[in-house]
């Protein structure tokens, strides 16, 4: 069921979002030019560009220090901030503990409404999930798993409702 509140919402969105992307691995692949292969990162920009603007977009490695170095970096130009990686739970996983320690508010719906659809596809193994959204100097961060079925799903959940949380996020 629509809500009628937040369709009128929509309406009265942002006409323009700008995006950027972060992608924590220690891992990803080099091709012969030099280039770090990314399949997720792509998939959340081809996303993107559908409706939104691409303000920035970087690999990095899976350390706090980098992470919040790029985060204050883009912030100012950014509406909303994607993160894909570092959401495990091995030792180098390190993305959750980061955002949430500048987060002034979090968006546990997402993690949850993300980990229940994972639960009805793959089972128990969901709760191994830590992806979670907030807000940090009036811009949106959403960290998502580094698994490209895994970004498509965070995707699918949050990408039509940017307009709408970008509104209430500036008033």
Same mark, same amino acid.
């Given at each position: 069921?629509?809500? !009628? &509140? ?6 009265? #969105? ?5 995006? #950027? +992307? ?5 891992? !990803?692949? !080099? &091709? ?6 990314? !399949? ?29 170095? &790029? ?8 509406? +909303?901030?994607?993160?894909?990686? %570092? ?8 993305? +959750? ?48 798993? %580094?698994?490209?079925?895994? +970004? ?20």
């Amino acid at each position: 069921m629509k809500s !009628k &509140t937040a369709e009128e919402h929509k309406k009265l #969105s942002p006409k323009t979002i700008k995006c #950027s +992307v972060i992608t924590l691995s220690d891992s !990803k692949s !080099k &091709t012969e030019d030099g280039k770090k292969t990314d !399949k997720s990162g792509h998939i959340i920009i081809a996303e993107i560009e559908k409706k939104y603007e691409l303000s920035h977009y970087e690999i990095i490695s899976d350390n706090e220090n980098e992470l919040l170095s &790029t985060i204050n970096m883009i912030k100012n130009n950014s509406d +909303v901030i994607f993160t894909t990686g %570092g959401t495990g739970i091995s030792s180098r996983d390190i993305t +959750v503990e980061t955002l949430q320690s500048i987060f002034e508010k979090e968006l546990t719906g997402f993690g949850e409404i993300f980990r229940y659809e994972t639960y009805k596809d793959l089972g128990s193994t969901a709760f191994l999930s830590r992806a979670t959204g907030g807000i940090f100097e009036k811009t949106l961060i959403f960290a998502m798993p %580094g698994s490209p079925n895994a +970004v498509k799903l965070g995707l699918s959940l949050i990408i039509d409702e940017l307009g709408h949380l970008t509104k209430h996020l500036k008033e």
